[in-house]
């Protein structure tokens, strides 16, 4: 899709796999996955995506593998095996300090034994060889640990050896060897692979020795070829900062998030579905000596308010993930979604990919079982903390709040099986207490992060990013966290009741009327998608414009003119990262919709113009100089009056570029538009106009308009309506108080409202006839289907072409619509 002019160094006497065996050091491109027990699992992947990923333009920076003979020649010769052995021995898994005591007894016996001289040898002149090959003296080289038992698609070992970066000269290399050797003995090395049933005694460590790129004058982060909270398999989740990644990796920064949909990655639109601005206030970069080969240094504000990546780079990345993940689920026979890190180099802007490895978590779940969960939030408690949701489950405990991981176990202050760990962030060191933790709190940190990475792995829920959880909580708290509300995860004071419910897809009837959805919140989009449904048959603006945007659309375009130098500023930052206050608008409502568009792609997706009432849009951020105050704004100023109006054109056509954006520019025209309060047909003939105006035309790219069907003047004229749109959907909320004369908001005449009035069925059923007479599509959107059986088998009975539900319905639906059906 993008020219690569990138050539990775070859060595220039490739060595034969039968005579690599004996081998202490090998080339990158002489290794493949078949070399595992000898190089590793991060070595043989970079070997194997040198050797047949570049053809594709993967560019992969070149070196070598010191292999597992180089470790067990040195452990053995050194006579550190015994002594390795007892002190494992001594560990009492439940005990954390004899895990502490005896980790560090064996990293300090291997980091002090000298380093035997042949092997050194064969090392030293590797690196020398390569640094020729890139024209240098002496390269600046990665080193990187590489156990056998790593990166494999049934256990992830990422993070729990060391890497070493800009490691300069012979002397440093042979120490960053060692360090890595030693590195297997972590604690949480140690306490992983025994929770995984692996002895550390059989497990080798590989290292390899990579040319560095220098993204600490570039960018550089992790990608992922999934969601990686939902599983969602068609996108590219990539997370990137300024500098070297260890900051993504670590949670100290929270990085710029992008998510690319990856079957319209070839197909000349730009399916960036959304860009989150992060907050990359430092930056790791080259340290100045031998002693401090890296160092945190401040980004620059201007830096801080822009994306790390543009949109060519983005999507280039995007492209060699789906690249690898294709190759790689070739070679294995089944889907592999990968993991992987990549960079910049500030100097060329060239992008590299400088690991890759199998996903771990989603790959391994059973697709055709799905498992929810609900909060029983019947008291509407508010969050008293927001952050980044990892996963989608829910759990409550006590906090405990640490911040050394030294200074409480060594005052006795421990961590309680069942705690909640509260902290500024993680680093795999923290890995033992994680492993009995009920869930985790961090300040920072991105869906990538150390903390976030382990909690999918370890299946239990975890907020990062919150900023400051550990100011805000103390210790000994009972609090419930939640990650099953959406892509934001809220904590909450006090324990809270939930449901877990599992469903066995495999089990469901097939039916033949069309099953959609409603869907407000495009972070569960993805989630959704994989519930049984013929698309989207109600998304809602609103959603987005409350959650994603804040501010009321006018507010935006004429802030500067009201002199209130409060909303500017709130304003003013909301819009950091876009263009302007408009481009703002129109950006953050296309990625909501796109989102939601492309989670349940090509199945169509309805999305509803914005429906606020007056009263609703006050409470958006600078909503009341522009609203009405309405007696009964349930009638009153809404949906289609609002669009040709002179005083919300200009708000409306941002909702109509909006479209545009997500239809011509990502390519989703899976997307159909809908209207909603349209009293008459000579305002449906003026909002169309109004649409035409502002380059949304009816027809356009196979573009469809439909009309919610909610007033009775709808049905009465819907021979009339239908000649100008596509679809109505019925909107049996409002069609019911306004057939039966009543407000649904008032508990007075409560007992009185009943969608299943028998003047509301008959309405119902005209409509239906109507729409088969005229051959224009009809379905149902409202609250109806999702609350009785029975007002679904009336529709299906009536030959209603879709019903759309909430998505915590859609199994009782299913059945219901079957029995119907029968």
């Not at 570049?54 to 010769?77: E, H, Q, R």
């Not at 290399?173 to 949480?188: E, H, K, P, Y």
């Not at 909301?574 to 792609?601: C, M, P």
């Amino acid at each position: 899709m993008i020219e690569n002019t990138f050539t990775t160094p070859k060595f220039e006497e490739p060595i034969n796999p039968s005579q690599m065996s004996d081998k202490i050091v090998i080339p990158l491109e002489s290794v493949d996955l078949d070399s595992i027990s000898l190089v590793g699992g991060k070595s043989a992947s970079l070997g194997e995506m040198i050797v047949n990923l570049s053809k594709l333009g993967v560019a992969v920076p070149g070196g070598f593998a010191v292999t597992t003979n180089a470790y067990f020649d040195f452990i053995k010769k050194s006579g550190l095996e015994p002594f390795i052995k007892n002190q494992l021995a001594t560990i009492d898994f439940n005990d954390l300090i004899t895990l502490r005591r005896a980790g560090q007894k064996i990293r300090q016996a291997i980091s002090s034994t000298r380093f035997p001289q042949e092997l050194s040898k064969e090392i030293i002149d590797s690196y020398l060889e390569l640094s020729k090959k890139y024209n240098q003296e002496q390269t600046d080289v990665a080193v990187r640990s590489s156990a056998t038992a790593e990166d494999l698609p049934d256990a992830s070992f990422a993070g729990q050896q060391e890497t070493y970066l800009n490691v300069r000269g012979p002397a440093a290399l042979i120490d960053a060897v060692r360090n890595c050797f030693a590195s297997l003995f972590t604690d949480r090395g140690i306490s992983y692979r025994k929770s995984l049933g692996y002895d550390s005694l059989d497990v080798g460590l590989s290292v390899v020795v990579q040319k560095m790129v220098r993204s600490d004058l570039g960018t550089s982060g992790v990608a992922f070829s999934l969601d990686t909270e939902s599983g969602f398999k068609d996108v590219v989740v990539i997370n990137g900062t300024y500098g070297l990644g260890e900051m993504v990796v670590q949670g100290a920064v929270s990085p710029d998030e992008f998510i690319v949909f990856k079957p319209l990655i070839e197909s000349g639109f730009t399916p960036i579905i959304e860009k989150k601005l992060g907050v990359k206030d430092k930056m790791m970069v080259y340290g100045e000596s031998s002693d401090e080969r890296t160092k945190i240094i401040r980004v620059e504000k201007r830096l801080q308010q822009q994306f790390c990546l543009n949109d060519k780079q983005i999507l280039q990345l995007a492209d060699w993930v789906q690249k690898i993940e294709h190759y790689y689920s070739e070679k294995k026979g089944k889907w592999c979604p990968m993991d992987t890190e990549w960079a910049v180099d500030g100097e060329t802007q060239e992008l590299y990919i400088v690991q890759a490895r199998p996903e771990t978590v989603h790959s391994q779940k059973d697709s055709q079982r799905i498992i929810t969960y609900e909060l029983d939030n019947s008291e509407h408690k508010k969050p008293i903390i927001k952050g980044i949701a990892v996963g989608d489950k829910i759990a409550s405990g006590e906090v405990n709040i640490l911040f050394s991981l030294d200074n409480r176990l060594i005052k006795g202050n421990g961590f309680k099986e069942g705690d909640i760990l509260v902290t500024d962030m993680t680093d795999p060191d923290w890995e033992p207490i994680m492993k009995i933790a009920s869930a985790i709190v961090t300040n920072k940190g991105g869906r990538t992060c150390h903390a976030a990475i382990v909690a999918r792995e370890m299946g239990i829920p975890a907020i990062v990013g919150c900023g400051n959880a550990t100011e805000r909580l103390a210790n000994g708290q009972l609090i419930t966290i939640s990650c099953a509300e959406g892509s934001e995860g809220h904590v909450y004071d006090g324990k809270i009741p939930f449901k877990e419910e599992q469903v066995d897809l495999s089990k469901l009837p097939a039916i033949k009327t069309n099953l959609m959805f409603n869907v407000g919140s495009p972070g569960l989009a993805f989630q959704f998608s994989q519930l049984p449904n013929k698309g989207v048959g109600l998304a809602r603006e609103e959603f987005i414009i409350n959650n994603y945007i804040k501010v009321h659309p006018l507010a935006l375009l004429q802030h500067q003119t009201l002199k209130d130098h409060q909303l500017s500023s709130t304003i003013k930052e909301l819009i950091r990262g876009h263009e302007n206050e408009a481009a703002y608008f129109v950006n953050q409502l296309a990625y909501g919709i796109g989102k939601i568009a492309s989670a349940f792609y090509p199945e169509a997706v309805i999305v509803r113009f914005s429906d606020f009432k007056s009263n609703e849009y006050r409470n958006l951020l600078g909503g009341k100089y522009f609203e009405p105050e309405e007696e009964n704004p349930m009638i009153g100023w809404r949906g289609a009056s609002r669009y040709y109006a002179p005083q919300y054109k200009p708000a409306f056509e941002l909702e109509c570029k909006a479209i545009l954006k997500v239809r011509k520019e990502m390519g989703l025209k899976n997307v159909i538009v809908m209207i909603p309060f349209c009293r008459t047909v000579e305002e449906l003939k003026q909002v169309l106009e109004t649409m035409n105006e502002f380059g949304l035309r009816r027809g356009d790219d196979g573009l469809k308009v439909f009309l919610m069907a909610e007033l009775p003047s709808n049905i009465l004229m819907a021979e009339e309506f239908a000649s100008y749109i596509d679809g109505f959907s019925i909107g049996s909320n409002d069609l019911t108080q306004l057939t039966l004369g009543l407000d649904r908001d008032s508990s007075l005449v409560a007992s009185i409202y009943n969608e299943q009035n028998p003047a509301v069925l008959r309405l119902i059923e005209q409509l239906i006839k109507t729409s088969k007479k005229a051959n224009v599509k009809v379905g149902i959107c409202g609250q109806g289907p999702s609350d009785f059986p029975e007002f679904t088998k009336f529709l299906v009975e009536q030959g209603i072409d879709s019903i759309s539900v909430t998505p915590d319905a859609v199994i009782k639906t299913i059945m219901a619509i079957h029995e119907a059906e029968k």
